[in-house]
């Protein structure tokens, strides 16, 4: 289906009106942010891409998930959490939706996280393509690219006249279309722009067979060297999902939250005894390449990286991590 920028424009503030809360990326302090709007005059999709992914609608950076209080004989009384309000995600690119289903797995696997998966059903996800990248993007070299319709409920992409042209990949986004019928028209002569992405910059197939023999390679220490274990890279990235549980309690009621954390914190590993077996920065940089493009692909089959380059262009000390894949490249 086709539709034009005016009616994208009067589409989207028909979400607005509906009631929805529409989240899309708006310009905030010279970057870029997801976050609820009011109008399609605040969207912003050009370059650069929103620092925090969209991963907060999802898996929320801090939330309350029970609480309790004492009643006048003692006894205890649960208060159910506020359910997740559905939501509308509009220009979030191909990688980072491709990131929802991906994180979903962990969060579907031993134990079934309800929060996760009423946002993952809540949610509806309208993807834009790309027509550019960045040089740290690199969705190609993991198995992506800008036409990847994965985690999309409506796909689109910009025709070389500046309409739109959208595909309902799910019942959802069919659903969404089709209550909108008449903003969009059946697809012209119109061409999307073929934008093919970032060049692949290394072979994936490679990388996990060497991460499984070469635990205690000398890299790891030189090449984690800068990190100053802040934890930028796991709290922009779409698909770091660590969190911690910390309970807040008087004598007559309490509640526990649910929080992001990071594998990048010296404390994160540190066990009651005091004993922390990632008692340095290199274990801990180590950890990261090796659970997304190991371990996880080892519990899950899929590589816990989406490509979207956000580590890189936001880490204060300027590590990398797909220089990090090259280099291993090389040393295959
Ligand atoms: S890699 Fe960069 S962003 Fe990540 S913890 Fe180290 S210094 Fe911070
Ligand atoms: S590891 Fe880096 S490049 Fe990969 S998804 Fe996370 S932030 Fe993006």
Not at 11 to 16: A, G, R, T, V, Y
Not at 198 to 214: C, H, T
Not at 252 to 276: I, L, P
Request: charged residues 25%.
């Amino acid at each position: 289906m086709q539709i034009t920028k005016t009616n994208l424009e009067q589409f989207i503030n028909e979400l607005i009106k509906s009631g929805k809360p529409v989240v899309a990326p708006i310009r905030e302090n010279n970057l870029s942010a997801y976050k609820p709007i009011n109008s399609f005059n605040q969207i912003n999709l050009d370059l650069p891409f929103p620092t925090k992914s969209a991963k907060e609608y999802f898996l929320a950076d801090y939330e309350k998930i029970l609480s309790y209080s004492f009643g006048e004989k003692g006894q205890i009384e649960m208060k159910e959490p506020d359910q997740p309000k559905e939501l509308i995600l509009f220009g979030v690119r191909p990688c980072e939706a491709a990131s929802f289903p991906i994180m979903n797995k962990v969060f579907s696997w031993d134990s079934q996280d309800k929060f996760y998966q009423e946002r993952l059903a809540k949610n509806l996800v309208i993807t834009v393509a790309c027509e550019q990248s960045d040089d740290f993007c690199f969705c190609t070299s993991v198995g992506l690219s800008p036409q990847a319709t994965d985690g999309s409920d409506i796909f689109m992409r910009k025709t070389q006249t500046g309409d739109y042209l959208a595909e309902g990949i799910t019942d959802k986004g069919k659903n969404l279309i089709e209550k909108h019928k008449d903003l969009f028209a059946e697809n012209s002569n119109e061409k999307p722009i073929d934008y093919k992405g970032p060049e692949k910059k290394f072979d994936l197939k490679k990388i996990k067979p060497w991460l499984e023999k070469n635990f205690e390679h000398p890299m790891w220490n030189q090449i984690s060297l800068p990190c100053i274990g802040c934890g930028v890279c796991t709290f922009t990235c779409p698909n770091c999902y660590c969190f911690d549980m910390v309970d807040e309690a008087t004598l007559k009621e309490g509640a526990r939250y649910k929080m992001w954390d990071s594998c990048q914190f010296r404390m994160f590993t540190v066990h009651a005894s005091g004993h922390n077996p990632r008692d340095n920065q290199s274990k801990r940089f180590r950890q990261r390449i090796e659970h997304k493009f190991n371990y996880y692909p080892d519990k899950f089959d899929h590589t816990l990286c989406v490509g979207c380059g956000r580590c890189i262009r936001h880490c204060p000390a300027d590590m990398s991590l797909l220089e990090t894949l090259i280099t291993i490249n090389k040393l295959t």
